[in-house]
């Protein structure tokens, strides 16, 4: 199974003797299935001068995370668009590829941790708001023809079903630790399953991105959309009247279960294995 990191790269609300913010980067192991703990992975901080900010110091230091870290990262995500230049130079000088992607959950639970528990016990430490990361909207790429679903359907699984996935047949896809979901073990889980009779190929093909949400867009009522990476967005599937209504209730079910939910893909519904599934949570950064 490969490794895989999350990281950020930026500054944080502390101050150094002139009066300039201190950088940090953080990096944790991207725990993939639904029964791990994120605390047990690897983590790994480092404090950086507001004047060695760049992408040299930070190869330097993922250097130094890969040297104590068990297992060196075949894939590392970061969701700072704004910072994309400075993580992917870095990280290409290490021969390690850098995505973007809304996949970081691990890294965003632990900076809450570290905002509310570690940088107030830091010297120079200024309280300050931490504004929302906010990503531009793209318009909708369409999905390759040979990979459209034939069929589709709305499903509900309880939170504690998920425990199992590990034991499920499935080719492609990814989980988070259900730890993470701040949900009861009885809560509802929306999500859609496609099916295909190229089911494998297109769970394949979206293995290949950082699948983030599906979701129903307003501003384009006829559609299902499928989004990646931090705001590459596909058109999944065109909608019919009858449809809508049911697409409404996906989107309000999604807001009950605070955005978790899953999307399936399979040959059939009367095959048990899946081609692919992605358990996703739309959180805001």
């Given at each position: 199974?490969?490794?895989?990191?999350?990281?950020d790269?930026?500054?944080?609300?502390?101050?150094d003797?002139?009066n300039?913010?201190?950088?940090e980067?953080?990096?944790?192991?991207?725990?993939?299935?639904?029964?791990?703990?994120?605390?047990?992975?690897?983590?790994?901080s480092?404090?950086?001068?507001?004047?060695?900010?760049?992408?040299?110091w930070?190869?330097?230091?993922?250097?130094?995370?890969?040297?104590?870290?068990?297992?060196?990262?075949?894939?590392?995500?970061?969701?700072?668009?704004?910072m994309?230049?400075?993580?992917?130079?870095?990280?290409k000088?290490?021969?390690?590829?850098a995505?973007?992607?809304?996949?970081?959950?691990?890294l965003?639970a632990?900076l809450q941790?570290?905002?509310?528990?570690?940088?107030?016990?830091?010297?120079?430490?200024?309280?300050?708001?931490?504004p929302?990361?906010?990503?531009?909207?793209?318009p909708?790429?369409?999905?390759?023809?040979a990979?459209?679903g034939?069929?589709?359907?709305?499903?509900?699984?309880?939170l504690?079903?998920?425990?199992?996935?590990?034991?499920?047949?499935?080719d492609?896809?990814?989980?988070?630790?259900?730890?993470?979901?701040?949900?009861?073990?009885d809560?509802p889980?929306?999500g859609l399953?496609?099916?295909?009779?190229?089911?494998?190929?297109?769970?394949?093909w979206?293995?290949?991105?950082?699948?983030?949400?599906v979701?129903?867009?307003?501003?384009?009522?006829?559609?299902?959309?499928?989004?990646?990476?931090?705001?590459?967005?596909?058109?999944?599937?065109?909608?019919?009247?009858?449809?809508?209504?049911?697409?409404?209730?996906?989107?309000?079910?999604?807001?009950?279960?605070?955005?978790?939910?899953?999307?399936a893909?399979?040959?059939?519904?009367?095959?048990?294995?899946?081609?692919g599934?992605?358990?996703?949570?739309?959180?805001?950064?």
């Amino acid at each position: 199974m490969a490794t895989i990191w999350e990281l950020d790269y930026y500054s944080r609300p502390i101050l150094d003797e002139q009066n300039k913010k201190i950088w940090e980067v953080v990096i944790c192991e991207s725990p993939t299935t639904v029964e791990v703990q994120p605390e047990t992975l690897f983590r790994f901080s480092k404090y950086c001068p507001s004047t060695e900010v760049n992408s040299g110091w930070l190869k330097d230091a993922i250097e130094s995370a890969i040297s104590e870290a068990p297992n060196p990262p075949d894939k590392i995500r970061f969701f700072r668009q704004a910072m994309n230049n400075m993580i992917t130079t870095a990280c290409k000088g290490l021969d390690v590829p850098a995505v973007l992607s809304r996949r970081t959950f691990a890294l965003s639970a632990w900076l809450q941790d570290r905002a509310q528990n570690v940088y107030p016990q830091e010297p120079g430490y200024q309280p300050s708001l931490n504004p929302s990361v906010v990503f531009p909207v793209l318009p909708p790429q369409v999905l390759p023809e040979a990979l459209e679903g034939q069929k589709w359907t709305f499903a509900t699984l309880p939170l504690e079903a998920l425990q199992e996935m590990g034991e499920w047949s499935i080719d492609f896809g990814e989980a988070f630790p259900l730890s993470l979901t701040e949900l009861e073990p009885d809560a509802p889980v929306p999500g859609l399953i496609i099916f295909s009779k190229r089911a494998t190929a297109m769970a394949a093909w979206m293995s290949g991105l950082e699948i983030a949400a599906v979701k129903y867009d307003l501003a384009l009522p006829n559609r299902l959309l499928l989004e990646t990476g931090v705001n590459d967005r596909w058109f999944l599937t065109t909608l019919d009247k009858k449809a809508i209504p049911e697409t409404q209730q996906f989107e309000e079910a999604k807001t009950r279960s605070n955005q978790v939910h899953f999307l399936a893909i399979q040959e059939s519904p009367e095959v048990e294995a899946f081609a692919g599934f992605w358990l996703m949570r739309d959180m805001p950064f």
